[in-house]
Protein backbone atom coordinates (compact mmCIF):
# COMPACT_ATOMS: atom_id res chain seq x y z
CA UNK A 1 0.00 0.00 0.00
CA UNK A 2 1.22 3.71 -0.82
CA UNK A 3 1.45 5.97 2.06
CA UNK A 4 -2.25 7.48 1.09
CA UNK A 5 -3.83 3.66 1.40
CA UNK A 6 -4.44 3.00 -1.84
CA UNK A 7 -3.11 -0.53 -3.59
CA UNK A 8 -0.43 -0.36 -6.09
CA UNK A 9 -1.32 -2.16 -9.35
CA UNK A 10 0.45 -4.03 -11.99
CA UNK A 11 1.18 -2.70 -15.32
CA UNK A 12 -0.55 -4.35 -18.39
CA UNK A 13 0.24 -8.56 -18.07
CA UNK A 14 3.43 -7.67 -16.08
CA UNK A 15 4.80 -8.15 -12.42
CA UNK A 16 5.81 -3.94 -12.93
CA UNK A 17 4.28 -2.62 -9.45
CA UNK A 18 3.10 1.07 -10.21
CA UNK A 19 1.23 3.84 -8.03
CA UNK A 20 -2.19 4.91 -9.12
CA UNK A 21 -0.83 8.29 -9.62
CA UNK A 22 2.23 9.08 -11.75
CA UNK A 23 4.13 11.88 -11.34
CA UNK A 24 4.69 14.01 -14.70
CA UNK A 25 7.80 15.91 -15.00
CA UNK A 26 6.99 17.55 -18.04
CA UNK A 27 6.83 20.85 -15.93
CA UNK A 28 10.75 20.17 -14.39
CA UNK A 29 12.16 23.31 -16.25
CA UNK A 30 9.09 24.37 -18.33
CA UNK A 31 7.14 25.84 -15.23
CA UNK A 32 8.96 24.58 -12.17
CA UNK A 33 12.64 25.36 -11.19
CA UNK A 34 15.04 22.80 -10.10
CA UNK A 35 14.52 23.99 -6.25
CA UNK A 36 10.33 23.34 -6.83
CA UNK A 37 11.26 20.20 -8.97
CA UNK A 38 13.22 18.57 -6.24
CA UNK A 39 10.37 19.37 -3.92
CA UNK A 40 7.61 17.98 -6.18
CA UNK A 41 10.02 15.02 -6.29
CA UNK A 42 9.83 14.29 -2.75
CA UNK A 43 6.33 15.22 -1.98
CA UNK A 44 5.37 12.87 -4.59
CA UNK A 45 8.06 10.21 -2.96
CA UNK A 46 6.76 11.17 0.59
CA UNK A 47 2.91 9.70 -0.52
CA UNK A 48 4.36 6.36 -1.15
CA UNK A 49 4.59 7.73 -5.13
CA UNK A 50 6.78 5.42 -7.22
CA UNK A 51 6.34 5.76 -11.01
CA UNK A 52 7.96 9.04 -12.61
CA UNK A 53 7.53 9.93 -16.23
CA UNK A 54 9.19 11.69 -17.79
CA UNK A 55 10.98 12.26 -22.23
CA UNK A 56 13.57 13.03 -24.06
CA UNK A 57 11.60 16.46 -25.51
CA UNK A 58 10.95 17.72 -22.31
CA UNK A 59 12.63 21.37 -21.60
CA UNK A 60 15.04 20.08 -24.09
CA UNK A 61 16.56 17.19 -21.91
CA UNK A 62 16.44 19.51 -18.46
CA UNK A 63 13.94 17.36 -16.98
CA UNK A 64 15.37 14.01 -17.51
CA UNK A 65 19.23 15.57 -16.21
CA UNK A 66 17.40 16.78 -12.90
CA UNK A 67 15.37 13.55 -12.69
CA UNK A 68 18.69 11.86 -12.80
CA UNK A 69 20.35 13.80 -10.22
CA UNK A 70 17.32 13.93 -7.97
CA UNK A 71 17.20 9.71 -8.50
CA UNK A 72 20.87 9.51 -7.68
CA UNK A 73 21.14 11.79 -4.66
CA UNK A 74 18.29 10.61 -2.80
CA UNK A 75 19.73 6.83 -3.45
CA UNK A 76 16.57 5.55 -5.08
CA UNK A 77 16.69 3.61 -8.43
CA UNK A 78 15.94 0.40 -7.50
CA UNK A 79 12.26 2.08 -5.26
CA UNK A 80 11.43 4.13 -8.79
CA UNK A 81 9.48 2.98 -11.89
CA UNK A 82 11.27 5.28 -14.45
CA UNK A 83 9.33 5.67 -17.16
CA UNK A 84 11.11 8.32 -20.43
CA UNK A 85 9.63 8.66 -24.05
CA UNK A 86 11.36 9.13 -27.60
CA UNK A 87 10.03 10.18 -30.97
CA UNK A 88 10.78 13.74 -31.32
CA UNK A 89 13.83 15.17 -33.10
CA UNK A 90 16.81 16.57 -31.31
CA UNK A 91 18.32 17.73 -34.43
CA UNK A 92 16.85 20.28 -36.24
CA UNK A 93 17.54 19.25 -40.35
CA UNK A 94 18.26 15.59 -39.56
CA UNK A 95 15.66 13.80 -40.38
CA UNK A 96 17.31 10.83 -38.51
CA UNK A 97 17.42 12.79 -34.96
CA UNK A 98 13.96 11.68 -34.79
CA UNK A 99 11.14 9.41 -35.79
CA UNK A 100 10.97 5.77 -34.52
CA UNK A 101 13.23 4.27 -36.91
CA UNK A 102 15.74 2.03 -35.30
CA UNK A 103 18.68 4.55 -35.84
CA UNK A 104 16.91 7.02 -34.01
CA UNK A 105 15.71 4.22 -30.97
CA UNK A 106 19.00 3.67 -30.11
CA UNK A 107 20.76 7.11 -30.17
CA UNK A 108 17.34 8.75 -28.49
CA UNK A 109 18.15 5.97 -25.37
CA UNK A 110 21.88 6.78 -24.93
CA UNK A 111 20.94 9.82 -24.20
CA UNK A 112 18.22 9.17 -22.23
CA UNK A 113 20.02 6.94 -20.28
CA UNK A 114 23.01 9.42 -19.62
CA UNK A 115 21.02 12.23 -19.11
CA UNK A 116 19.16 10.03 -16.21
CA UNK A 117 22.57 8.57 -14.79
CA UNK A 118 21.16 5.34 -15.22
CA UNK A 119 22.22 2.04 -16.60
CA UNK A 120 18.23 0.97 -18.08
CA UNK A 121 15.04 2.32 -18.22
CA UNK A 122 11.90 0.68 -16.24
CA UNK A 123 9.35 1.84 -18.90
CA UNK A 124 10.53 3.26 -22.71
CA UNK A 125 7.85 4.78 -24.74
CA UNK A 126 7.43 5.58 -28.21
CA UNK A 127 6.18 9.09 -28.02
CA UNK A 128 4.26 9.32 -31.20
CA UNK A 129 3.43 7.55 -34.32
CA UNK A 130 5.60 8.73 -37.06
CA UNK A 131 3.59 7.57 -40.47
CA UNK A 132 6.97 6.30 -41.74
CA UNK A 133 8.58 3.42 -39.66
CA UNK A 134 7.66 0.07 -40.21
CA UNK A 135 5.96 -1.69 -37.46
CA UNK A 136 8.05 -4.54 -37.18
CA UNK A 137 10.90 -2.64 -37.15
CA UNK A 138 9.80 -0.53 -34.44
CA UNK A 139 8.91 -3.62 -32.35
CA UNK A 140 11.73 -5.96 -33.14
CA UNK A 141 13.83 -2.92 -31.62
CA UNK A 142 12.23 -2.15 -28.63
CA UNK A 143 12.36 -6.07 -28.07
CA UNK A 144 16.00 -6.22 -28.55
CA UNK A 145 16.30 -3.44 -25.92
CA UNK A 146 14.50 -5.45 -23.65
CA UNK A 147 16.79 -8.55 -24.38
CA UNK A 148 19.71 -6.06 -23.92
CA UNK A 149 18.92 -5.24 -20.58
CA UNK A 150 18.87 -1.41 -21.10
CA UNK A 151 14.94 -1.41 -21.43
CA UNK A 152 12.50 -3.47 -18.91
CA UNK A 153 9.31 -3.66 -20.42
CA UNK A 154 7.93 -0.91 -23.21
CA UNK A 155 5.04 1.35 -23.72
CA UNK A 156 3.24 3.18 -26.47
CA UNK A 157 1.61 6.91 -26.76
CA UNK A 158 -0.28 8.87 -29.34
CA UNK A 159 -0.66 5.90 -31.48
CA UNK A 160 -3.99 4.57 -33.70
CA UNK A 161 -5.56 2.07 -31.99
CA UNK A 162 -4.97 0.25 -35.30
CA UNK A 163 -0.84 0.73 -35.07
CA UNK A 164 -1.30 -0.62 -31.09
CA UNK A 165 -3.01 -3.68 -31.86
CA UNK A 166 -0.83 -4.95 -35.19
CA UNK A 167 2.46 -3.96 -32.91
CA UNK A 168 0.83 -6.16 -30.17
CA UNK A 169 0.09 -8.79 -32.28
CA UNK A 170 3.52 -9.05 -34.12
CA UNK A 171 4.93 -9.20 -31.20
CA UNK A 172 2.80 -11.96 -29.33
CA UNK A 173 3.21 -14.07 -32.61
CA UNK A 174 7.24 -13.72 -32.59
CA UNK A 175 7.68 -14.18 -28.97
CA UNK A 176 9.12 -10.43 -28.61
CA UNK A 177 8.06 -7.73 -25.59
CA UNK A 178 4.59 -6.68 -25.87
CA UNK A 179 3.34 -3.22 -24.80
CA UNK A 180 2.67 -2.82 -21.44
CA UNK A 181 1.27 0.56 -21.55
CA UNK A 182 -0.98 2.93 -23.62
CA UNK A 183 0.14 6.50 -22.35
CA UNK A 184 -2.64 8.51 -24.10
CA UNK A 185 -5.10 11.85 -23.88
CA UNK A 186 -8.06 10.84 -21.31
CA UNK A 187 -10.12 13.25 -19.25
CA UNK A 188 -14.17 14.28 -18.78
CA UNK A 189 -13.30 16.60 -21.76
CA UNK A 190 -11.24 14.35 -24.22
CA UNK A 191 -13.21 10.58 -24.21
CA UNK A 192 -12.53 9.87 -28.04
CA UNK A 193 -9.98 6.98 -26.81
CA UNK A 194 -13.12 4.83 -25.39
CA UNK A 195 -14.12 4.16 -28.84
CA UNK A 196 -11.42 2.32 -30.56
CA UNK A 197 -8.30 2.41 -28.12
CA UNK A 198 -10.46 1.34 -24.69
CA UNK A 199 -11.77 -1.94 -26.46
CA UNK A 200 -8.40 -2.81 -27.20
CA UNK A 201 -6.65 -2.71 -24.31
CA UNK A 202 -9.07 -4.45 -22.55
CA UNK A 203 -8.87 -7.16 -25.29
CA UNK A 204 -4.89 -7.74 -25.34
CA UNK A 205 -4.11 -6.78 -21.55
CA UNK A 206 -2.67 -3.37 -22.09
CA UNK A 207 -2.92 -0.45 -19.18
CA UNK A 208 -3.90 3.00 -20.01
CA UNK A 209 -1.94 5.45 -18.61
CA UNK A 210 -3.76 8.90 -19.27
CA UNK A 211 -2.05 12.20 -19.78
CA UNK A 212 -4.10 15.37 -19.38
CA UNK A 213 -6.40 14.17 -16.64
CA UNK A 214 -7.40 17.70 -16.56
CA UNK A 215 -7.55 18.63 -19.49
CA UNK A 216 -4.43 21.00 -19.74
CA UNK A 217 -6.30 22.53 -16.75
CA UNK A 218 -9.79 22.90 -17.55
CA UNK A 219 -11.08 21.01 -15.06
CA UNK A 220 -9.07 22.23 -12.26
CA UNK A 221 -11.94 24.81 -11.40
CA UNK A 222 -9.65 28.04 -12.25
CA UNK A 223 -11.54 29.13 -15.76
CA UNK A 224 -15.19 30.18 -15.74
CA UNK A 225 -16.79 31.72 -18.62
CA UNK A 226 -18.74 34.87 -18.20
CA UNK A 227 -20.67 36.49 -20.61
CA UNK A 228 -18.72 34.38 -23.18
CA UNK A 229 -15.58 35.82 -21.94
CA UNK A 230 -12.74 33.25 -20.29
CA UNK A 231 -11.44 34.52 -17.02
CA UNK A 232 -9.21 32.43 -14.89
CA UNK A 233 -5.25 32.04 -14.39
CA UNK A 234 -2.77 29.49 -15.30
CA UNK A 235 0.33 29.22 -17.65
CA UNK A 236 -2.71 27.39 -20.12
CA UNK A 237 -5.09 30.96 -19.80
CA UNK A 238 -1.77 33.14 -20.48
CA UNK A 239 -0.68 31.11 -24.03
CA UNK A 240 -4.50 31.29 -25.82
CA UNK A 241 -3.04 33.87 -28.11
CA UNK A 242 0.56 32.44 -28.92
CA UNK A 243 -1.17 29.99 -31.30
CA UNK A 244 -1.22 27.40 -28.88
CA UNK A 245 -4.31 25.27 -29.33
CA UNK A 246 -4.28 23.77 -25.64
CA UNK A 247 -6.77 26.23 -24.14
CA UNK A 248 -8.90 26.75 -27.55
CA UNK A 249 -9.61 22.97 -28.30
CA UNK A 250 -11.60 22.76 -24.97
CA UNK A 251 -12.91 26.22 -24.57
CA UNK A 252 -15.00 26.28 -28.16
CA UNK A 253 -17.00 23.26 -27.57
CA UNK A 254 -20.21 23.71 -25.75
CA UNK A 255 -20.50 20.71 -24.31
CA UNK A 256 -17.56 21.08 -22.43
CA UNK A 257 -18.47 24.11 -20.54
CA UNK A 258 -21.70 21.83 -19.65
CA UNK A 259 -19.29 19.23 -18.36
CA UNK A 260 -17.48 21.65 -16.40
CA UNK A 261 -20.57 23.00 -14.94
CA UNK A 262 -21.72 19.68 -13.74
CA UNK A 263 -18.20 18.36 -12.74
CA UNK A 264 -18.58 22.11 -10.24
CA UNK A 265 -21.52 20.86 -8.83
CA UNK A 266 -20.59 17.49 -8.11
CA UNK A 267 -17.09 18.54 -6.50
CA UNK A 268 -19.12 21.14 -4.20
CA UNK A 269 -21.60 18.36 -3.34
CA UNK A 270 -18.50 16.55 -1.87
CA UNK A 271 -16.62 19.42 -0.31
CA UNK A 272 -14.09 18.30 -2.82
CA UNK A 273 -11.80 19.74 -5.35
CA UNK A 274 -13.00 19.85 -9.10
CA UNK A 275 -9.32 18.84 -9.79
CA UNK A 276 -9.77 15.46 -7.24
CA UNK A 277 -12.83 14.76 -8.54
CA UNK A 278 -11.91 14.54 -12.24
CA UNK A 279 -8.95 12.74 -11.35
CA UNK A 280 -10.79 10.32 -9.63
CA UNK A 281 -13.26 9.70 -12.25
CA UNK A 282 -10.33 9.11 -14.39
CA UNK A 283 -9.27 6.04 -12.08
CA UNK A 284 -12.19 4.27 -11.98
CA UNK A 285 -12.27 4.37 -15.34
CA UNK A 286 -11.65 0.75 -17.24
CA UNK A 287 -8.14 -0.36 -18.32
CA UNK A 288 -6.65 2.65 -16.07
CA UNK A 289 -4.06 1.92 -14.36
CA UNK A 290 -1.96 4.77 -13.66
CA UNK A 291 -2.54 8.55 -14.29
CA UNK A 292 -0.32 11.10 -14.92
CA UNK A 293 -0.48 14.38 -12.56
CA UNK A 294 1.64 17.00 -13.57
CA UNK A 295 2.50 20.29 -11.16
CA UNK A 296 4.37 23.80 -10.65
CA UNK A 297 3.63 23.85 -7.28
CA UNK A 298 3.88 21.19 -4.02
CA UNK A 299 0.53 22.09 -3.11
CA UNK A 300 -1.20 21.89 -6.21
CA UNK A 301 0.91 18.62 -6.22
CA UNK A 302 -0.35 17.38 -2.54
CA UNK A 303 -4.30 18.62 -4.01
CA UNK A 304 -3.95 16.28 -7.25
CA UNK A 305 -2.73 13.40 -5.18
CA UNK A 306 -5.69 13.52 -2.49
CA UNK A 307 -7.61 12.12 -5.50
CA UNK A 308 -6.00 8.66 -4.74
CA UNK A 309 -8.19 8.59 -1.38
CA UNK A 310 -11.23 9.48 -3.19
CA UNK A 311 -14.45 6.97 -3.76
CA UNK A 312 -16.65 8.60 -5.82
CA UNK A 313 -20.22 7.47 -4.90
CA UNK A 314 -21.84 5.92 -8.16
CA UNK A 315 -24.55 9.08 -8.48
CA UNK A 316 -21.47 11.45 -9.05
CA UNK A 317 -19.76 8.98 -11.08
CA UNK A 318 -23.18 8.26 -13.13
CA UNK A 319 -23.50 12.10 -13.33
CA UNK A 320 -20.18 13.15 -15.11
CA UNK A 321 -20.08 10.21 -17.26
CA UNK A 322 -23.22 11.06 -18.44
CA UNK A 323 -22.30 14.56 -18.81
CA UNK A 324 -19.46 14.34 -20.68
CA UNK A 325 -20.84 10.85 -22.83
CA UNK A 326 -19.16 11.47 -26.23
CA UNK A 327 -21.35 11.88 -29.51
CA UNK A 328 -22.52 8.50 -30.98
CA UNK A 329 -21.03 7.80 -34.84
CA UNK A 330 -22.23 6.05 -37.61
CA UNK A 331 -21.05 2.46 -36.47
CA UNK A 332 -22.51 2.61 -33.37
CA UNK A 333 -25.93 2.00 -33.91
CA UNK A 334 -24.28 -1.61 -35.17
CA UNK A 335 -23.46 -2.43 -31.41
CA UNK A 336 -26.13 -1.36 -29.65
CA UNK A 337 -29.21 -3.25 -28.48
CA UNK A 338 -31.51 -3.63 -31.19
CA UNK A 339 -28.56 -4.79 -33.99
CA UNK A 340 -26.94 -7.06 -31.53
CA UNK A 341 -30.33 -8.63 -30.78
CA UNK A 342 -30.72 -9.20 -34.06
CA UNK A 343 -27.64 -11.12 -34.76
CA UNK A 344 -28.42 -13.03 -31.27
CA UNK A 345 -31.66 -14.18 -31.77
CA UNK A 346 -32.95 -11.92 -29.33
CA UNK A 347 -31.29 -14.00 -26.86
CA UNK A 348 -29.22 -12.58 -23.91
CA UNK A 349 -25.49 -13.66 -24.08
CA UNK A 350 -22.76 -12.94 -21.89
CA UNK A 351 -19.36 -13.21 -22.57
CA UNK A 352 -16.96 -15.52 -20.51
CA UNK A 353 -14.46 -13.66 -18.83
CA UNK A 354 -10.63 -15.52 -18.31
Known sequence: MTASGTAYRTLGRTGLKVSPLALGGMTFGWGADKATARRLFDAYRDTGGNFIDTADLYAGGTSEEWLGEFIEAS???????????F????QK?????GGNGRKNILRALEGSLRRLRTSY???YILHAWDRLTPVDEVASTLNDLVRSGKVRHIGLSDVPAWYAARFTTIADLRGWERPAALQLEYSLVSRSLE???MPMAQELGISITPWSPLGSGFLSGK?????????????????KDSGNPTLEKFAKREQNWQILGTLLR???GLGRTPAE????????RPCVTSTLIGATRVEQLEKNLAAARLNLPQDALTALTDASAPEPNELDHFFGDVLQGMIHGETRVERTAF
Open 75 to 85: HSRDEIVLGTK
Open 87 to 90: SFNA
Open 93 to 97: GNPNA
Open 121 to 123: IDL
Open 195 to 197: REH
Open 223 to 239: FRRVDGKITGSGRVLDM
Open 266 to 268: VAE
Open 277 to 284: VALGWVMT
